[in-house]
């Protein structure tokens, strides 16, 4: 496993994941596991900068464990585990957050997009990109698979790892982002970007029937059947082609520009697609769910795994700056 690039990503535990989450990370993601060393976490910490509330928290959390192991994480070989067991990484934050210049930060985009918003703005927001570069280098990481969304935040890390590399010599491996372009950006059920925080998503894992009405809800444009339409304009056929084999999706894309088809008809295939792909996964994360005892052991094992590169590696910095 050794000489293996080391792939980290994370994903916040804010609410039950979407598509957009397991097409832009989960699924790219688990997929390096045959290939990489693979570090993948939970974000709490940086949940923190959105959920107030404890229970939801921990709840969140737990969903997200199973959510993995139902993906095909393999904890015996890889290491899984919750960001806040490894406190070492908001002393690296400190580290980093003394040469992280703060025009850096305020061209953040959830930053300046919260500000045009005039909501409040609390440090923990202002300052999460410094909490993202010392997750990603704090495990030496080569490789950062993301969706596109995420791309900001890895020039800032690269940014800020670069900075402490030039003030006090090398110290930090400069990752690369990995990012799927063909999935880009997953749409959601209005057509921005799938987010929960746009109270668009489709999630995951839910019932079948649930599935089946949230795939009805995405908005097309209003074309009536017998005109023809573009899929690549299409919030519907965004989401069906990352499900379709290259037959499927060239036949449907012809069906599109004849005419005679309605959006009706795309969406039932979406939906069986969707359905057929994830039937297994979700039976066996409503089963593991469940056992929150297993799911806690599951965490124990990686935070400890964790733990001992980010002591070494905080180590490492620490002299660095002339910390004992
Ligand atoms: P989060 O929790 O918002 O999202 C987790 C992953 O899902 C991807 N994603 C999408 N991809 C395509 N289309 C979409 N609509 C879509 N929505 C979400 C995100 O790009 C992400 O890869 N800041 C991170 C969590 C994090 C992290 C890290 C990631 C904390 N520290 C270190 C990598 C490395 C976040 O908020 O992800």
Known sequence: MTDRKRTLSGIKPTGS???GNY??????????????????????YHALTSVTNPK????????????????????????FFRQSDVPEVTELTWLLSCVTPMGLLERAHAYKEKRQSK???????????????ADILIYDSHEVPVGKDQKQHLEMTRDIAQRFNHIYGETFIVPEPRIAEVVATIPGLDGRKMSKS?????????????LRKQVMRIVTDSKS??????????????????FADETQREAWAKRYRAGGMGYGEIKQATFEAI??????????????????????????????????????????????????
């Open 17 to 19: 994941p979407h598509l």
């Open 119 to 133: 909501e409040d703005v609390t440090h923990g927001l202002f300052a999460y990109p410094v909490l993202m570069a």
């Open 23 to 44: 097409l832009g990370m989960l699924k790219p993601a688990l997929a390096m596991q045959a290939t990489h060393e693979t570090f993948y976490f939970i974000a709490d």
């Open 225 to 242: 059947v017998e005109e023809p339409k573009d899929p690549e304009h299409c919030n519907v056929f965004q989401i069906f082609r990352q």
């Open 275 to 324: 359905n057929e792909a994830i039937r297994k996964p979700r039976e066996r994360y409503f089963a593991v769910r469940e056992d929150t005892a297993q799911l806690d052991a599951i965490l124990a094992e990686g935070g400890e795994r964790a733990r001992q590169v980010a002591g070494a590696v905080l180590y490492r910095a620490r002299k660095r700056v002339g910390l004992s």
């Open 56 to 79: 939801e928290l921990r709840e969140n959390t737990y969903d997200l464990v199973a959510v993995f192991d139902a993906l095909g994480m393999d904890f015996s070989r890889h290491t």
């Open 198 to 210: 746009y109270d668009n998503v489709i999630p995951l894992f839910s019932s079948e029937a649930q």
